[in-house]
């Protein structure tokens, strides 16, 4: 007994040896556990004292802006000209407009008030009386990185080396400009011509003037040089050695993080231009797993600016009181530019041929429980603003005549009104088994939406809900998103009767380009289609009408025409959009910096996360607490 | 020795026609998904794009570039060929990057975060097993439910609970990446002590599940011995009780380093939990995000590395049980 005591013993010894280990384990642990608060705290202090160099190791938090939900996984690339970047700080075109943080483009577009604030370009641009040119001039201030100045052959050359090895200026643009020409300082962009000698559309030509990055002419050989030409080699070009305009460059990037460093000598800080530097000195990006890291990190105040969507995002100041703020203090507390829509399926014959099926079953969502559940109310109701082609913003919402199509809007959850239509329509429940029959047979349609993107999921829920109400089988099916996105741009499925996709938000061509993708012939039939009409519904009138808007300048035309089009997208009902919805998240956390562009501060900045477009503003008005 | 060595011949014999099998599951199985990763990365570079033939022209050049339009058996062909210079091809889901390259930044998180964790789970379980058997009683009556408990708790559930009362509410440790969110990587005191506080969270929540599991398993091994008749009759002869409890620990180890064995094999995927909850980088969110993209050759190379260390580790296995039981070792001479 005596020696299973002392083995005991031993073993007991083992084991606080183990103990010790991890014991001393934990001292060091807790120590570091405190290196975030240390670090942070001398950062603090000692960066006014000893400006961090170049080189720094580490960002003082009063010098960076962080930011979540824009950067998912490792940086490939810095060339302006390649694809596939995955760059998000640098390389970026949204619906909000151009990331103009490290590359710039000729004008910033302002989503809210629908205006292109010129950038490189020196003043407003200049169509001629055919719409077939366009022309503008470059800023004399405009500097490239290395000195040279910024020309226009710079945009030239972006362009022609765009359309050679088919990058995304290239196949986004070259079906709309046939060519652009450099004399000097003064570009004047040559539109592309249909067969009557009118332009194919000027309002793409408006696209390229905010959507793309100018890269330096001379970079540009360079790169084609030790590429030997090869246009995979261009298009996958890394970029290390890039030439840049804008006020930020690259400083670090690994498969957890991306820092920009500022320009100190960035053209912009010239008169003609911001007349100062941007504020913060560095911005950081790490890159968070998931939504749900990113969000807790902007709780502990390690992102100051977060896009990303935030369920009941009030909570965040009105219950745990944390100094965090959106653009408007009230919902729907962004600005929303586009509507996550439903699309019906024409090839399902059912679906194809029944108007009044499709509007019945739009008509019965109740679109109030999926902005109150899927956006938390960051959406306003479809009796606020009644459905249309339009996003709420006020200028889209001035281009149809409201009155006219009055009647044929629904705000949802009108279940008596939709059966009643499905029974004026002969689709009844002929078997009585509860659900409605065409051509003798039941009718069982899905509702399909990615797995995992939960408030779309909460939507496709309540569409099925809907269904049931009014005596139509609609089942859920969420497939995975790689393979989603197989099935829903083939333009022959038959997989999915009602799937969900956003249109276009918000661009120098919008509405133009949405209601094109609601309606536009163009689309049906393409092989893996992501450009619109998901649903392949084909209607001549409402295509011939889309084709006049971008030749329409006269404004009390185009508002004919906008209305005539929701006429028919309302009677015919090819999709049917669920909410509306932000193209970008805007939440800021106001414990380092502050002054954030706001809903009521009369700056005219749009909520683009400081980056994109005209929004790249606010960084110039930022301030520190305290 | 000449038993010896037919036995291992046979083996490595066996284990290569399984690598042949695991690498042709491994390439086509990914490749049956009804999933097009193609379309996927001409979606991102299209979105936007009004022009839909434009599209179709992206969609071909990948294709092209990817050898997607190819037939599989001319694929696998060339798959094999540079498999073999250690080329795995382009990942399409962060297309332009090498898998080599991917692998290359990933793996050697995984390896320092889940090594150390399932040694240290393996070991700290074992010991607490083997207490709580001979303890009995006090001892036991504790071990036995919180290691049950532990044993229970899903590894996501431990590290959300982790992540919230030490990182979020107590704030002791940080609650994301790998290295402190204000730094740069260098050889600085204060970055090493940021990865070593960063490192805590993830590894806990490892160790924590592993301790529960390996506890249960060796207490119930443990006792099974100690109630073998070879201890009794050894007590019956008279043997030192020290000598006894080496016997009944090494018959009761056995299946134990089997299971550590495994872990180990498995280890890539074992941290995907850990990687995802903590954002920790590392290559089990690298497979996770490969297979739902649909990334066939970043899922073929990871699946590979799991089955070549799984292979590896079994061999090992084989070869270190003939010297820890001597009745494999009379097996493998048969």
Redesign the interface.
């Known amino acids: 007994m005596k020696?299973?005591l002392?083995?005991?013993l031993a073993?007991?010894m083992?084991?606080g040896i183990?103990a010790g280990c991890?014991g001393s384990d934990k001292p060091?642990?807790?120590?570091?556990?405190a290196?975030?608060?240390e670090?942070?705290a001398p950062?603090v202090t000692e960066a006014p004292a000893a400006p961090a160099e170049s080189g720094?190791?580490?960002?003082?938090?009063n010098e960076?802006l962080?930011f979540a939900g824009q950067q998912w996984?490792?940086v490939?690339?810095w060339s302006p000209i390649g694809?596939?970047q995955?760059n998000s700080m640098a390389i970026a075109?949204n619906?909000g407009g151009y990331r103009t943080l490290m590359f710039e483009t000729l004008y910033m577009y302002n989503f809210m008030d629908g205006s292109l604030v010129p950038l490189l370009a020196d003043g407003d641009y200049a169509w001629s009386d055919d719409m077939t040119q366009l022309t503008l001039t470059i800023k004399d201030a405009a500097k490239w990185s290395d000195g040279t100045p910024v020309t226009a052959a710079d945009v030239v050359r972006t362009f022609d080396i765009g359309v050679q090895v088919?990058n995304?200026t290239g196949?986004?643009f070259?079906?709309y400009i046939s060519s652009i020409e450099a004399d000097g300082q003064k570009v004047t962009i040559n539109a592309a011509l249909n067969d009557e000698g009118a332009p194919v559309?000027p309002l793409?030509v408006l696209d390229f003037l905010t959507g793309t990055p100018i890269a330096q002419a001379a970079w540009i050989d360079t790169v084609v040089d030790r590429c030997g030409g090869d246009t995979?080699a261009i298009?996958?070009d890394a970029g290390d050695d890039v030439v840049w305009s804008g006020p930020y460059t690259k400083?670090?990037s690994?498969?957890?993080?991306v820092?920009l460093i500022r320009d100190d000598n960035y053209w912009g800080q010239d008169a003609s231009m911001w007349g100062s530097l941007p504020v913060p000195k560095y911005i950081?990006h790490?890159?968070?797993?998931?939504n749900a890291?990113g969000e807790?990190?902007l709780?502990?105040g390690?992102v100051d600016v977060c896009q990303q969507f935030i369920g009941n995002i009030q909570n965040l100041w009105e219950k745990d009181g944390l100094p965090i703020s959106t653009y408007y203090e009230e919902a729907p507390y962004g600005v929303c530019l586009t509507m996550p829509t439903a699309w019906y399926n024409m090839n399902i014959p059912v679906l194809a041929e029944n108007p009044a099926l499709r509007k019945a079953i739009a008509m019965a969502v109740d679109y109030d429980s999926i902005i109150a559940n899927a956006m938390t109310n960051q959406s306003p109701s479809f009796s606020d603003v009644p459905r249309s082609l339009m996003n709420p913003t006020d200028g889209e919402q001035a281009l149809y005549d409201h009155a006219a199509v009055a009647d044929l809007q629904w705000a949802g959850n009108d279940i008596e009104g939709a059966k009643a239509m499905l029974d004026a329509a002969g689709i009844v429940d002929s078997d009585g088994d509860g659900w409605r029959d065409w051509n003798g047979e039941k009718i069982s349609l899905n509702a399909v939406c990615p797995n995992g993107w939960s408030d779309w999921q909460a939507a496709m829920e309540i569409v099925a809900a809907a269904g049931e109400k009014i005596g139509v089988e609609i089942t859920t099916l969420y497939p995975?998103?790689?393979?989603y996105?197989?099935v829903f741009?083939s333009p022959s499925q038959t997989e999915y009767a009602i799937f969900m996709w956003s249109p276009?938000a918000a661009?120098p061509?919008n509405p133009w380009?949405r209601v094109?993708q609601m309606m536009g012939k163009?689309?049906v039939g393409?092989?893996?289609?992501?450009?619109?009409n998901w649903g392949q519904y084909v209607n001549d009138e409402a295509d011939a009408l889309i084709n006049q808007i971008p030749l329409t300048t006269d404004s009390a035309e185009l508002k004919d025409l906008y209305t005539k089009l929701t006429e028919i997208y309302l009677t015919e009902v090819p999709s049917f959009s669920l909410m509306y919805r932000p193209s970008l998240f805007h939440a800021v956390n106001e414990s380092v910096w502050t002054n954030f562009p706001s809903g009521d501060d009369g700056r005219n900045i749009p909520p683009a996360d400081c980056t994109d477009g005209y929004g790249i503003a606010a960084l110039y008005e930022l301030e520190l607490v305290g | 020795m000449k038993g010896y060595r037919k036995y291992f011949g046979k083996k490595i014999i066996w284990f290569l026609i399984t690598f042949v099998i695991a690498v042709i599951l491994n390439f086509f199985l990914p490749r049956l998904m009804p999933a097009d990763p193609v379309a996927a990365i001409t979606g991102k570079m299209a979105s936007g794009m009004t022009d839909a033939s434009a599209v179709q022209e992206i969609y071909k050049r990948y294709e092209e570039e990817f050898g997607t339009n190819k037939p599989m058996w001319q694929q696998f062909l060339l798959f094999c060929k540079n498999a073999i210079r250690g080329d795995f091809g382009t990942s399409f889901s962060q297309y332009p990057r090498k898998v080599s390259d991917i692998i290359g930044s990933a793996i050697g998180w995984t390896i320092a975060l889940q090594l150390p964790a399932i040694i240290v789970g393996w070991l700290l379980g074992n010991i607490l097993g083997a207490l709580a058997a001979y303890l009995r009683k006090g001892w036991d009556k504790v071990l036995m439910p919180v290691s049950l408990f532990m044993s229970n708790v899903p590894a996501f559930g431990m590290a959300v609970i982790l992540l919230v009362v030490f990182g979020v509410n107590l704030k002791w440790f940080p609650i994301a990446g790998g290295y402190n969110f204000d730094m740069i990587p260098n050889l600085s005191w204060n970055f090493i002590k940021s990865v070593i506080s960063h490192y805590q969270l993830p590894f806990w929540s490892i160790v924590l599940v592993s301790i529960g599991g390996q506890a249960v398993g060796m207490r119930s091994m443990s006792i099974y011995e100690l109630n073998a008749d070879y201890v009794k009759y050894a007590r019956f002869l008279g043997i030192k009780d020290s000598k006894i409890v080496g016997y009944v620990f090494r018959n009761a180890m056995l299946p134990q380093i089997t299971g550590l064995a495994l872990s180990i094999g498995t280890m890539i995927g074992g941290a995907l939990v850990a990687e995802i909850i903590f954002s920790y980088p590392g290559l089990g969110s690298t497979m996770y995000s490969a297979v739902t993209a649909a990334d066939y050759p970043l899922i073929s190379a990871t699946t590979l590395i799991i089955t070549v260390m799984v292979l590896l580790v079994t061999f090992l296995l084989d070869i270190v049980y003939g010297f820890i039981d001597p009745r494999v070792k009379a097996a493998q001479f048969d």
Do not use: C, H
Not at chain 1, 28 to 33: D, R
Not at chain 1, 56 to 61: D, N, T
Not at chain 1, 480 to 483: G, M, Q, T, V
């Open positions: 020696k299973i002392a083995l005991l073993a007991m083992v084991v183990f991890s060091a642990e807790t120590k570091a556990a290196a975030p608060a670090t942070e950062a720094a190791v580490e960002l003082p938090r960076t962080y996984g490792t490939n690339s694809t596939n995955n075109g619906s088919g995304n196949t986004g070259g079906a559309n793409k995979v298009l996958n400083y670090y690994d498969d957890q993080k820092v950081a790490t890159i968070y797993a998931d890291a807790t990190a709780k502990a390690e995975e998103w790689s393979i996105q197989t741009t276009d661009s061509s380009q094109n163009v689309y393409a092989e893996n289609n992501w450009s619109g």
